[in-house]
């Protein structure tokens, strides 16, 4: 699924060891998850739970190197 400019998962881009990882995050809660894409999506097929989940949790999004970025 395609990033929309409306879209309410803001990514972000890390270099660690030379690969460039993107991920999200919702504000910070109490209690954390980590979101992983299933295989062959990308973070975005969150898109429809985010913002129900960040209700609840501190998200962290990770794509998966070579997907969605």
């Not at 460039?20 to 979101?35: D, F, N, T």
């Not at 992983?36 to 794509?63: C, G, N």
Request: glycine share 6%; hydrophobic share 40%.
């Amino acid at each position: 699924m395609p990033a929309s400019a409306g879209s309410v998962i803001k990514t972000q881009v890390k270099t660690i060891d030379g690969l460039s990882i993107r991920y999200a995050e919702s504000e910070p809660r109490e209690v954390s998850a980590i979101l992983l894409s299933p295989w062959p999506e990308s973070l975005y097929t969150f898109e429809q739970m985010w913002s129900r989940l960040a209700e609840h949790a501190h998200l962290v999004a990770i794509d998966l190197p070579g997907f969605g970025h």
